[in-house]
Structure formats: structure tokens, C-alpha cells
């Protein structure tokens, strides 16, 4: 478990971390946390020419609220979400789901940008950033563009990014202040992926949902917004709002494989079962409000 | 004898024997300063990795080395042929050969996926492994044997077998009596259970530093179970002489039976060592570990039993199979299974048949309690029987368990029983845990949807077995008093976590009458301690601390004659208490042990006439050959049926280990089994495909228990002590035996509303939903009904040899007389050759059996071209072989049947 040689560059600029993805073609990895990579490249399962490590790019991290959404820098460490008090307070549920990513020790390390660009189908924080209708910041030599979260993500660690292409910041909407939020896992042991997880907010006014963003995880091949139930939400009352109806077509927007973990029936029956329970305690909890 | 007193207590007024002392090894360990092998670095030292094979079976076309060994840094690769320069014959952790040839590294075959092919020797391990990946290899791949069903019917895994049992004992037929007896019963069960394969998971992965000193010297440091037993294995694999191997194994990080011998890769990296003349180290990653190293368990197992219409055993029948991989490192047959099944229980009747099955996949070892799964078929299946009966699980052990008060008494294999106690275990336990309490929340949650559920199992753990096997011999204490008044103790015993440095120090500090914090215990180096194999069979509390009580007695009466004749005492007045020596009546004459040993060393012409210098001494105990500890578990577990998560409230231990020397050591052996077997029932689950690819090869997808899934234990101790010396009985193994049935029972009775729950380990979330829900959630093609009803046992063995010769014989010839070559497959090691030599006159036969052992004459019968006859030997133990073997022209075959062993096949062919 020795990784194969590699050259290793420690840009301090995104230009100039951009122009060497460049000039790379397709050979270099970028590193961040490395709680995925430094694993895969010890197993020899990624043998990149060039290791980019962008550590020292200071624009790549800390979390800022600017007009409209907050910005994460995709360096921010996990625990710093963890202990953010802004983000509690704006967007509670990513702070919540990020309490499942991983370890006490992973977090310490492992990054929000990093766990993002991945697209491990069963991670908390893609679903999350879809959910929340998240907008992904991504820079090349050619330039820079905003991706949604939800067209970020093709299958299995595989996203829209190009080979040249870093991810630079990830723009997280805001939410009312009034928002409530639902997120619940089924993991084997806490620190797991998740075999099934389910993870959203819904927006309230004048007692009727005005916004809803929900997302699954572990349940397809990528993150899965739940278009359908999200639709079916939008304009009800609280009290008139059916958990089950909704929890099905929820579950009509998933793709679940079978792994040695779990079966997709097993998520089929379960994800309908959480998502149905959460959905219905929220909705109490909202209406007490 | 006459049984003893439930719960004695052991040594008398003791004052460290049974106290939670602080451990002598925990504040090196815990800061950062223990020594284990990847700390060890030697000058000159190179580094070793292995190619290895992608494919689970197939034939070696090419091997191309060129580019590995142009890499810059690399010294040198070696394949099969380089190795085999050097003599080399892996061994059995019995000291036996094994039954099929293994190579160190690929003989132009491969056998499982990670078999290990190139040995590359390096600057570093980076530049070894580079050269690894630059080793080409081309194969003609063929189509592996993954599973036990595969083994039954697929091709022959080794060249030199005919099929893949690699081990069998005990009757292919069921016996008539035992299948009428069965049939006849008022209440009949039959039980399957499935076992997965573990990964053993140690801490420390395997790992040698070997360092050629000298033309025939060889300093190997090595994790291990024993540093003699390595200096012994090695010596008789490489035909070297002991006393030219020193073994160092300071800490080990934990072993749980895989580290009982090396293996493959330990021994290739010797053997290289010794060819190239460099220290080389290899230290395995935990990538090899969970796909090269042996693994354990992966068994099913068919039990049927018979109860009477109150519920009393009648009779019992039991089928094992385990894969045992290409290689195994023991398993075998894995006859303990039967033996222990029903040792704690009155049963009239039992047979069975035992097999191990080779195949492509990694070779099975030890695992702590390596018999486990008769515990798990048999707990299990007494509660679903009682369910059925309609009993309380509870009621039904109390009516079947064998008391102490019915005790000496023999169980239905023969073992011997004096002084077990799990009825008695079973009695304390529910004396401290409320079970009407228990069943009265259970019904009140059930009202509320929540299914909670009560597990008891009870068994017996056989443990410091000695005398019985050539490895399994007593253990060593040296003791010196120092001439500074302190104390060394050189043991044979040898620590992966046990504490022995501690537990031993408190035995003596005890014994001898000084201050634990006086007393040093070193283990750990061949060249310092005797014999022992060391920590394998939960034997280093009964028979280490016998030899340091013996060794103790020894040296205190040194202490006391050489004290009596400097003080003008008699011996008989003086004591020893804290380090001082004590003459009875005149505390005036009181000396520090210092000062005596002083003399002891210094000042011969003090000391009395033939008195030997010195504070020295020595003592080798050899105990009763198994000493037996009892328990009884419960456990009870919450089970969420939206999502078949099992949630573990409670576990308590109620165990008799005789003597306890440290109770803080004791609970330490047991909670650690029992998170093993934690981690068995509900999450580990070493899995291949159908290619033979391992597919859990890193922690994401073989779980191991974390600290959050592992309840903290409650522990009731008893103390029946034990016939050693000291009255300990071992600890080791079993909360790893235990505790699967004792977990999986809770989780049975949680969902009884529900149906029974398939006992297919592990029982993932998805297995008990699809129990609860009546429906395959699990992809097992299982619903709530057990779906593996057993293959059939289609078995060609003897039969096509036999065959293949029989026709050109005409029938006048089937006379038995004259000489026949014969080869028995005996219950453990190799298959064994001898010579028959019959005579008949009418029916009456007479003849003798010839083997390079000696010759043993009998008499018997011959009728109908059958032949019959028995012998008695005496060794290994007293049994008497009752041979039935049938003539067929110029061939024999047939079977000996060997007591409480079982039988073992015959064939032969006469000699002209």
C-alpha cells in the first residue's frame, strides 16, 4: 500500500492551480482533505502523473455570506462547517449532515469541496448541495462557470468537472429564516456511508410550503433529487399533506443498485419508510411552530 | 473425586491473586513506546513485497521478471525456483506436515486470488511494490472453486488430490440406531446454520524482519503467538538447528490464532533472507491482510436433534462442512466441532460427519475459539426448539445441562467431566438479571410496536490443554532473586494484549512474599524463555501461573533454608512478607530479602554445606491435560422493524475461570471475544465472487465492530477452582464462542412474533427485515424460511478406485490372505501408510499391522470377503479401533472406526 511515484506541485493561486490541470492533460489529481485519495493512491487504485495539492490557495477557503447565498470555500474543513455559527443559523441542515460525513478524525482533515467533488453516490454532502439547490463554482485556463448541484452529478464518481477544471467554491442559496429541514440516515455504523439517507428543507409561508428541496442519497447512481414529491409539496398546507403519498413519489425518482451491503429493495423499503416518518415528524414540528 | 463446591474461591488470603492491579505493560504501550516489528530496523536492511496473482485458479504460462528487476533500487526478484534452493516445508501449527504441497511462492499453478507469485527485494518498500507491478505474468485461467456447493461438485482445486475434501471424519451414513432414534422422538428438530468467513483483523498485521548472522544463524523478529514455537517451527521447516534460530517478539498487536505459525509470505522473506544474505524486512499492509493473509470460520452446519416429549435429549446428528480454502492453515476437519458440541450436555445418542473442503479461495487459520460453531448450532437450535416445544429456552437447558452434582461423569464423545459449571453459571446469572422483569417490558414494548428480545447460551471452553499433543507441552517459569533483592521471572508465556507481564508478576509476587512492583517478567525472545506454544488455547493463566506458583514454592524454600541457617532458625519458623524475611517469635531477627541474597551470591562460605549459590530456580508445569471453564451469557437487544437495525441494551457474563488472578484481565479476555462476536453476528463478512475475486478488501466494506456497536458488559465471576495448580481455568476464547449464539438468540426471540430467523451470519439489517416482513428483502432467495437446505452429500471417494480394478479379478480370488499395502486418512494429518498381512483358517483371521511406528498383531474375522478386527492403542489416547473392511479382488477398502473420533477410510491393494 505504497502509492505509485507521482510529482507533486503545491500551487498557491487558483490560476495558477488551473494552469497546471492545463498543461497536465488529463494527468493530474487535484488533493485536498485526501480522506478519499490518499487511501485510493496507497491501494494503487489512482495512479495520477502530478498530485496538485491546493492547501495553500487561501481563496479556496473559509465559508462567507454574501448578497443572496453563502459561499464555501471547497478547502473549508468539515469540522469547521461543525462549529460555524452562521451557517447553524442559515443553513442548519448542512451543518446536520455534516456531523455524518465521516469521522471525528476524517473531518479534522477531510474537506466540503473535496466530499463534493467526489460524487460518491451514498455521501452526505452532494445530495446535500443538491437538496439546497446549490450552485458549484468550477475554473479553468477557459474560465469559470456555475453548475447546479443537481446537473453536477453524471453517476458514480462521475461529475460535469473536466479534467482541466477545479472547483473553486460551492454557493449554497440562502433559505428563509423560518425554513424547516429533515435529514435522516440509515448507516450500518455512524461514520458509514449511508445504505439509504434522505436530506431537504422545505420553506413556509402562510402555513403552505413555498419551497422544498429534497434530495436522496445512496438510492442511484448519484445523488437523486426528489422532483416529484418536491412538486406535489410546493403550495400545500401543512395539515393537508399526505407523508406516505409523498414518501412514494419520492421513491418513484430513484434508481437503488444492490451492493454487499444492501439490497435496492432494502433501500426501496426502507428509504420509503424514513423518508414518510421524517417528512411526518417535520411537518409536526412545523406546524407547532 | 468428588466434585467441588460451586464457587470456592481459589488460593486462600491472597494479596495481589485476584486483585485489578494496574498493568506492568500499559504505560509503555500507551505512550508510543511499544516494540513491535515495523519499530525494528536493522543496518543494511532491505525491504520485501510480493506480486501476486489476479486470478483465483490457473496454470503459469510465463513469468517475466526483466522489467521489475532493471527498476533502479530493486536488488533482486526471486520466484519458486530461486526459494526452493533452500529446503523448505511448511508445517502444521501440531508440528505436522501438511496435506497438500505449498510453495512459498507459485509453482506454475495458482490457487486464489493474492497467492503470492514474485518476491522482490528492495531499497524501500515504494520501490518494491513499483517492481511488483512490473512483474508480468500470463495464465491459462480456469474456472475457480469458490463455495463448499462448488467444492462438492467442481474439479479438484490441488493436482494431487482426487477431490476436494481436505479433511474428513466420522460416518458418510447415518448410523441405523441414531436416524431410528431421531425419527422416533417425540419432538424433532433439524437446524441449519450458516457461518461467514472472518477476516482475523489484527492490529499489528503479520510482519518479519529477518537477519542472516553467520553462516547458520538466524535472528528472525517476527509477530507471533509464541517466539520459542517460531524458533521451533523454523528449525524443523528450514532443517536448521534450534539453538542457531533466536525469535524476538516483544509486543505483539494482538493474533487471534492467525500468527500461530507463519506462513507463505513470513517464510518466503526468511528463506530470501537466507539466500541473499541481507536483513529483509516485510511487513504486511492491510490490503495483504485482508486479502492474503489466512481467514477463519466460513462453516454450515445441518443439526438434527431428538427430544423426548418433556423436552430431555434423546439424540442428536450433526454435518459440518468448512471451506477451508486452498491452503489451509489448520481447520482440517475441524473436529473439536463434534467433540465440544454437546460436552456440557446429558445426551444418550450422537454421530456425526465432518468436513473441511478445499478451495480457490485464502486458506483458513485459527480464529480464537476455532470450534466456535458448535456453540452457535447448538445454543440456536435449543431455543428454536424450545419455541416449538413450547418451553421456556431457560427451563429446557435446566433440564438437559450436566450439573456439578452429576458429575464425574463422561459425555457422549468420552470426554472426561469433573468440575463444569454452566449449569450453575446459568443458576448465578439469573440470580442477578431479572428475567420476569424482563419479559414483563418485553410484552409492554411489544404493545408500542418495539421488539425486544432475551439471549441466553450457555457452554463449556475447554482451555490449558497439555500433554496431549507434541506442541501443546506445560509451560516454564526461571525465577531468580537478584542479589539487589529483586525479582526476575523468565516465562514461557508470551503476550499479544494478555497482560502476562502483569497477571504472572502478580503469581509470583503472591507466591513468593514480595512486593508486585519487585517483580519483572520478561518474555518475548527465544533465547530467554523454555518452550510453550505460547498464547494458543487459552492456556497461559493455567499453566504459566501454575509454573510460577511451582517455581515460587521453589525458590521461597531456598530463601527459607538459607535464612534458617544464617538466623540459627529452623526453616519452618521463618516467612517471607513484603521483601522481608521473618523468624516467628523474634522480630528482632528480621532481614531484608537483599540482604540474604547478598549472601546467596557473594559470600559462599556462608551458606550451609551443599547449598547451591544463588537465588535460583525453575519449575515446568504440565497440568491435567484440559482444564474446563464453564459460563452462561445473556443478552438482551432491541430490534427496529422499519429498518432491522438490532440495537444491544444489555450483556451480561456469568463465567467460572477457577482462580482469578486479575479480574480487570479477565473481563478484558471476555468483552474483547465478545466484540468479535459482536462483530460476527451483525457485520463482518469476508465475501468472494463468483470468480473467486475478494470483494470486502478494505475496512469501508468489511466492518469490524467500532467501539459505538459494543455495549458495556456486566460481569458476574464464579470460582470453582480448577485441578491445576492454582485452580485457574483459561479465558481466552470464550466470548468469541459465546457470545454469536448469545447475540443471536436475543435477536430470534425479539422477532418471534415474526417467524424464525435463518441462522445465516451475519444478520444484516436486510436479512431481518426481510424476516419481519415475510418477504425477500435480502437477496438470499429467502423469505422467512431457511432457504440452504444442505446439498445433496454426493461424495465420490473410494468408490471409483475401487471400480477402476475391480473387473479382471476373477471372483476365487477373493481370498484376504497375503500381504496388502494400506493408506488410512486419519483424522489429522497426512494420509498414513501401512502394511497388512492377513491369515485365515475358515472365518477365524489372524495377521498384524505394519507401520514405520512398529507392528501390531491381531485377531479377528473373516466372512464373505469381509474382514473384521479390532486393535488397541494408547496413543494419542486410549481407544480401541474397530477396522471393517470389505475385499474386492486385489483391492480393500473400507473404515476404522477410532472411538470418540470418529473413522477414517481405508484402501488398499494387495501385494503380489
Known amino acids: 500500500m505504497k502509492p505509485a511515484p507521482f510529482d507533486y506541485v503545491a500551487p498557491t493561486t487558483i490560476a495558477e492551480a488551473c494552469a497546471i490541470l492545463d498543461e497536465a492533460g488529463g494527468g493530474a489529481t487535484v488533493i485536498a482533505g485526501g480522506q478519499t485519495l490518499m487511501p485510493l493512491l496507497n491501494l494503487r487504485m489512482s495512479q495520477p502523473f502530478i498530485l496538485v495539492d491546493i492547501n495553500k490557495i487561501p481563496e479556496l477557503q473559509g465559508i462567507t455570506k454574501e448578497t443572496g447565498f453563502t459561499r464555501v470555500g471547497p478547502v473549508t474543513r468539515q469540522c469547521d462547517v461543525l462549529t460555524n455559527a452562521d451557517l447553524a443559523r442559515d443553513l442548519p441542515v448542512l451543518v446536520q449532515a455534516v456531523r455524518h460525513v465521516g469521522h471525528h478524525q476524517t ?89 439509504v439517507g434522505v436530506v431537504g428543507a422545505l420553506a413556509i409561508e402562510g402555513g403552505a410550503i413555498a419551497r422544498a428541496g429534497i434530495a436522496w442519497f445512496g438510492m442511484g447512481p448519484t445523488p437523486i433529487k426528489a422532483r416529484q414529491a418536491e412538486a406535489a409539496l410546493i403550495g400545500q398546507s401543512l395539515d393537508s399533506i399526505d407523508p406516505a403519498a409523498i414518501a412514494a413519489l419520492a421513491l418513484a425518482d430513484t434508481a437503488p443498485f444492490d451492493d454487499h451491503h444492501a439490497t435496492a429493495e432494502y433501500r426501496r423499503t426502507v428509504g420509503k419508510r424514513i423518508f414518510a416518518s421524517t417528512l411526518g415528524a417535520i411537518l409536526t414540528l412545523g406546524e407547532a411552530a | 473425586m468428588n466434585a467441588p463446591e460451586f464457587g470456592a474461591t481459589g488460593i486462600g488470603a491472597a494479596r495481589y491473586i485476584g486483585q485489578r492491579v494496574l498493568r506492568k505493560e500499559d504505560p509503555r504501550l500507551l505512550t508510543g513506546r511499544g516494540q513491535f516489528v515495523d519499530d525494528i530496523a536493522l543496518p543494511g536492511m532491505l525491504h520485501v513485497a510480493f506480486a501476486r496473482s489476479p486470478i483465483a485458479r490457473g496454470r503459469i504460462l510465463s513469468i517475466d521478471t526483466t522489467a521489475a528487476r532493471e527498476l533502479e533500487g530493486v536488488h533482486a526478484v526471486f520466484l519458486h525456483a530461486d526459494l526452493s534452493k533452500q529446503k523448505i516445508e511448511l508445517l502444521s501449527f501440531f508440528l505436522m506436515p501438511i496435506e497438500v504441497p505449498v510453495t512459498l511462492l507459485a509453482d506454475g499453478r495458482v490457487a486464489y486470488v493474492g497467492d503470492p507469485i514474485a518476491l522482490i527485494i528492495a531499497d524501500s518498500r515504494h520501490i518494491a511494490e513499483d517492481a511488483a507491478a512490473l512483474v508480468e505474468v500470463e495464465y491459462a485461467e480456469e474456472d475457480p472453486v469458490v463455495t463448499i456447493a462448488d467444492a462438492r461438485t467442481g474439479a479438484p482445486v490441488h493436482p494431487t488430490t482426487e477431490h476436494n475434501i481436505s479433511q474428513e471424519m466420522g460416518d458418510e451414513e447415518i448410523d441405523e440406531d441414531l436416524d431410528a432414534a431421531l425419527n422416533g422422538a417425540a419432538h424433532q428438530i433439524t437446524h441449519h446454520v450458516t457461518h461467514q468467513r472472518i477476516s482475523q483483523s489484527p492490529m499489528e498485521t503479520r510482519g518479519v524482519v529477518a537477519s542472516r548472522d553467520g553462516p547458520e544463524e538466524l535472528t528472525l523478529y517476527i509477530t507471533c503467538q509464541s517466539p520459542t514455537n517460531i524458533a521451533r517451527w523454523m528449525s524443523m521447516a528450514l532443517g536448521l538447528p534450534q539453538t542457531a534460530i533466536r525469535v524476538i517478539a516483544k509486543d505483539v498487536g494482538g493474533s487471534f490464532g492467525l500468527k500461530n505459525t507463519p ?27 485482508l486479502t492474503a493473509a489466512n481467514q477463519a470460520r466460513e462453516a454450515e452446519m445441518t443439526l438434527r436433534i431428538g427430544f423426548d416429549k418433556d423436552g430431555k435429549l434423546l439424540a442428536s446428528h450433526s454435518d459440518y462442512s468448512s471451506n477451508n480454502g486452498a491452503y489451509p492453515q489448520g481447520a482440517d476437519a475441524n473436529v473439536a466441532v463434534q467433540m465440544f458440541l454437546w460436552g456440557a450436555y446429558k445426551i444418550p445418542a450422537f454421530g456425526f460427519l465432518t468436513r473441511g473442503w478445499y478451495s480457490n479461495t485464502i486458506g483458513l487459520a485459527a480464529y480464537r475459539g476455532p470450534w466456535a460453531m458448535e456453540s452457535l448450532a447448538r445454543e440456536t437450535a435449543l431455543d428454536t426448539a424450545a419455541r416449538q416445544m413450547g418451553i421456556d429456552p431457560i427451563e429446557l437447558r435446566r433440564r438437559n445441562l450436566l450439573t456439578l452434582k452429576e458429575q464425574p461423569a463422561a459425555s457422549v464423545m468420552g470426554l472426561p467431566l469433573e468440575d ?453 492403542v494408547e496413543k494419542p489416547m486410549k481407544i480401541t479401533l474397530k477396522y471393517d473392511l470389505t475385499v474386492d479382488g486385489d483391492v480393500i477398502s473400507g473404515k476404522v472406526k477410532l472411538g470418540m473420533l470418529g473413522s477414517a477410510k481405508l484402501t488398499g491393494t494387495r501385494i503380489v
Not at chain 1, 116 to 123: F, K, N, Q, Y
Not at chain 2, 266 to 288: F, H, N, Q
Not at chain 2, 845 to 871: A, C, H, I, M, N
Open chain 2, 420 to 872: 463444569i459449571t454452566p449449569a450453575e453459571c446459568l443458576e448465578k446469572l439469573l440470580a442477578y438479571f431479572d428475567v420476569a422483569a424482563f419479559r414483563r417490558e418485553q410484552a409492554e414494548a411489544r404493545k408500542a410496536g418495539r421488539y425486544l428480545g432475551l439471549g441466553i447460551a450457555a457452554y463449556i471452553e475447554p482451555t490449558g490443554s497439555a500433554g496431549s499433543m507434541p506442541v501443546m507441552t506445560g509451560e516454564l517459569a526461571q525465577l531468580r532473586i537478584e542479589p539487589t533483592g529483586q525479582v526476575t521471572a523468565l516465562m514461557s508465556t508470551h503476550s499479544q494484549g494478555h497482560g502476562t507481564a502483569t497477571t504472572m508478576a502478580q503469581v509470583i509476587a503472591d507466591r513468593l512474599g514480595v512486593a508486585y512492583e519487585d517483580v519483572t517478567v520478561f518474555e518475548g525472545d527465544s533465547s530467554r524463555g523454555g518452550f510453550s506454544p505460547g498464547a494458543a488455547g487459552s492456556r497461559q493463566g493455567v499453566i504459566g501461573g501454575g509454573a510460577a506458583i511451582k517455581a515460587s514454592d521453589l525458590l521461597a524454600s531456598k530463601v527459607k533454608e538459607l535464612a534458617a541457617h544464617l538466623l540459627n532458625a529452623s526453616p519452618e519458623t521463618i516467612t517471607i512478607t513484603d521483601g522481608m524475611i521473618h523468624v516467628s517469635g523474634a522480630p528482632e531477627m528480621s532481614r531484608s530479602l537483599r540482604s540474604i541474597a547478598e549472601i546467596a551470591y557473594g559470600e559462599p562460605a556462608r551458606l550451609p554445606e551443599g547449598f547451591e549459590a544463588g537465588l535460583e530456580a525453575q519449575y515446568r508445569y504440565t497440568p491435567p491435560p484440559m482444564t474446563f471453564t464453564s459460563a452462561a451469557h445473556a443478552c438482551t437487544v432491541e430490534v427496529d422493524v422499519d429498518t432491522g437495525f438490532v440495537k444491544i441494551l444489555r450483556w451480561i457474563s456469568s463465567e467460572d475461570c477457577g482462580t482469578v488472578i486479575n479480574p480487570a484481565v479477565v473481563e478484558g479476555q471476555i468483552a474483547g471475544g465478545l466484540a468479535q462476536a459482536i462483530g460476527t453476528v451483525l457485520l463482518e463478512d469476508f465475501h468472494y465472487d463468483a470468480r473467486g475475486n475478494p470483494t470486502t478488501v478494505t475496512y469501508k466494506d468489511y466492518l469490524l465492530p467500532q467501539i459505538s456497536d459494543i455495549p458495556t458488559f456486566e460481569f458476574v465471576h464464579a470460582n470453582t477452582p480448577s485441578q491445576s495448580v492454582g485452580g485457574m481455568r483459561g479465558v481466552g476464547e470464550g466470548g468469541a464462542i459465546i457470545g454469536p449464539p448469545t447475540l443471536v438468540n436475543a435477536i430470534t426471540d425479539a422477532l418471534a412474533p415474526f417467524g424464525e430467523v435463518p441462522v445465516n451470519l451475519p444478520l444484516t439489517p436486510a436479512k431481518l427485515l426481510s424476516v419481519i416482513e415475510g418477504r425477500d428483502i435480502a437477496g438470499t432467495g429467502a423469505g422467512t424460511a431457511a432457504s440452504h437446505a444442505p446439498a445433496p452429500v454426493e461424495v465420490a471417494v473410494a468408490e471409483a478406485p475401487v471400480a477402476a480394478v475391480a473387473a479382471p479379478v476373477p471372483a476365487a480370488s477373493t481370498s484376504v490372505d497375503g500381504d496388502w499395502q494400506i493408506t488410512m486418512v486419519p483424522p489429522m494429518g497426512p494420509p498414513q501408510e501401512m502394511t497388512a498381512h492377513f491369515a485365515t483358517d475358515g472365518t477365524a483371521l489372524s495377521g498384524y499391522l505394519e507401520s514405520p511406528e512398529g507392528r501390531q498383531e491381531f485377531t479377528g474375522s473373516y466372512d464373505g470377503g469381509k474382514v473384521k478386527f479390532e486393535l488397541k
Open chain 1, 107 to 195: 473531518r479534522n482533515r477531510g474537506t466540503v469541496g473535496g466530499s463534493i467533488a467526489l460524487g460518491e453516490p451514498a455521501a452526505e454532502l452532494p445530495a446535500t448541495s443538491v437538496a439546497l439547490g446549490a450552485m458549484i463554482e468550477v475554473s479553468s485556463v477557459r474560465g469559470t462557470r456555475q453548475v447546479a448541484a443537481h446537473d453536477f452529478y453524471l453517476g458514480p464518481y462521475m461529475t460535469m468537472l473536466e479534467p482541466d477544471e477545479l472547483v473553486t467554491a460551492i454557493r449554497f442559496p440562502d433559505w428563509p429564516a423560518n425554513h424547516i429541514t429533515l435529514f435522516r440516515e440509515v448507516a450500518q455504523r455512524p461514520g458509514d456511508f449511508a445504505l
Open chain 2, 263 to 289: 506462513w507463505k509470505e513470513e517464510t518466503a522473506t526468511v528463506v530470501a533472507a537466507l539466500l541473499y544474505g541481507r536483513p529483509l524486512k516485510w511487513i504486511e499492509d492491510r490490503y495483504e491482510n
